[in-house]
């Protein structure tokens, strides 16, 4: 130990100065049910224990969770449901990795089986995103049950097992698109989960796979992604008892009882507009040069005014939602109200839902960061949810916006 380092206590000490001072910060925002010492030191550790920035990330995370619910008990979640995501694409919770003391959550993603091509084609952005983060708060809700018994800080195991892989020329765009994705807005949310994310079954072509994606992980991501060797189940084993661990990755789980079985993804499922939804025409057309922004500025009148946001895009955009009181805010008099989220072009309309708190304005800002050379064009309109009738933005008469055409009469 070098000179003057501190101990072991005094690390302790210092985390639960940390943690306390958090806790005071946070204390008029955070639901006692997430209030936990384990859950204010994930957010820290992330955040490489810089306060200011821990409480600013994490009263954004708190509202969220407000916002969606997700602090009441799991069927008042307000997170969207995907049938197909569920049932096609599951995430299986084995349990801790061993009988007594178990610090570690053993989960199963069986990527490798997933079909693709046809889970594409049946889910909307937000619906898949949402049944992202239901799994992972059922992970969280396990690894606090496991804090609360042993005392210490829990993580998880992530077996992510490609067998039956096949190469397939979309399967990049994919990777780099809605897979990619969909981790760093998991990552946003729920901070410090993962131990170890151990790959196996990798197939001769994995670099391909990773020259796509390890761009966009973070050094200290990449540190915890193990890509195990032929003989991975040895290695499993080492970090996991047998008894704790599906006969599939050489345990004694019963894999009938712990492992979901992944089916193609029928046609039947794939998307088709639901009769309430509006017609594709009818939404309005946003032109977004490369590499620049576009800002709709939207006018609610009543508290907890409910939007449904119905959109469209072939090509990767990034909407943030925010918030002011008057109608040309200066960029320190807006609010952020939704954090940053990128989304890729899937061939389905998505539909976000967003409860307006308070009357005001609300701006809807697009971004095509994702280009440096061509514009794109993001398809876009929002109800209001109890009286079925469009608001539209007050800059609707923008030259870059054109308007959505009303449906031909039959």
Not at 181 to 198: A, M, N
Request: aromatic share 10%; net charge neutral.
């Amino acid at each position: 130990m070098a000179p003057n380092a501190p101990n072991p206590i005094d690390i302790q000490s210092m985390d639960n100065a940390a943690v306390a001072q958090v806790r005071q910060l946070v204390a008029d925002v955070i639901d006692p049910r997430y209030d936990t010492e384990w859950n204010m030191l994930r957010w820290l550790q992330s955040n490489e224990f810089n306060i200011p920035k821990t409480v600013h990330l994490l009263k954004k995370h708190l509202k969220w969770r407000s916002d969606r619910k997700l602090d009441e008990p799991e069927p008042e979640s307000l997170l969207q449901f995907s049938e197909a995501r569920r049932k096609h694409a599951p995430i299986d919770i084995i349990g801790p990795q061993r009988k007594q003391g178990g610090d570690r959550l053993v989960v199963v993603d069986q990527a490798g089986r997933i079909d693709v091509a046809g889970l594409m084609k049946a889910v909307q952005p937000t619906e898949y995103l949402h049944e992202m983060f239901r799994s992972f708060e059922e992970v969280q809700r396990r690894l606090m049950k496991m804090e609360s018994e042993t005392g210490v800080q829990c993580f998880m195991h992530y077996i992510f097992d490609l067998e039956h892989l096949n190469f397939d020329p979309t399967l990049l765009g994919v990777v780099n698109g809605p897979f990619r994705v969909s981790w760093q807005l998991v990552g946003q949310h729920y901070r410090e989960f993962i131990d170890k994310f151990i790959v196996i079954n990798s197939p001769s072509w994995i670099n391909v796979l990773w020259s796509a994606l390890s761009p966009f992980i973070p050094e200290q991501s990449k540190q915890r992604i193990v890509f195990a060797g032929s003989n991975w189940r040895e290695e499993l084993l080492q970090i996991v008892d047998a008894d704790c661990l599906p006969e599939r990755y050489g345990g004694t789980l019963p894999d009938s009882q712990y492992l979901s079985s992944v089916e193609p993804v029928p046609k039947s499922l794939y998307w088709k507009p639901p009769p309430n939804y509006p017609a594709i025409e009818k939404l309005h057309k946003i032109s977004i040069s490369a590499a620049k922004h576009r800002m709709l500025v939207y006018k609610i009148d009543k508290p907890n005014t409910e939007l449904l946001m119905y959109s469209h895009n072939e090509n990767d955009i990034t909407i943030t939602l925010y918030y002011s009181t008057n109608r040309s805010p200066t960029e320190n008099e807006m609010e952020l109200a939704v954090a940053p989220i990128p989304k890729c072009g899937l061939p389905a309309m998505d539909l976000f839902d967003y409860n307006c708190e308070q009357p005001g304005y609300y701006h809807i800002k697009l971004s095509n960061e994702a280009s440096w050379l061509l514009p794109s064009t993001y398809r876009m309109i929002v109800f209001d949810k109890d009286s079925g009738k469009e608001v539209e933005p007050l800059n609707i008469n923008e030259k870059w916006i054109k308007k959505g055409q009303k449906p031909k009469k039959k």
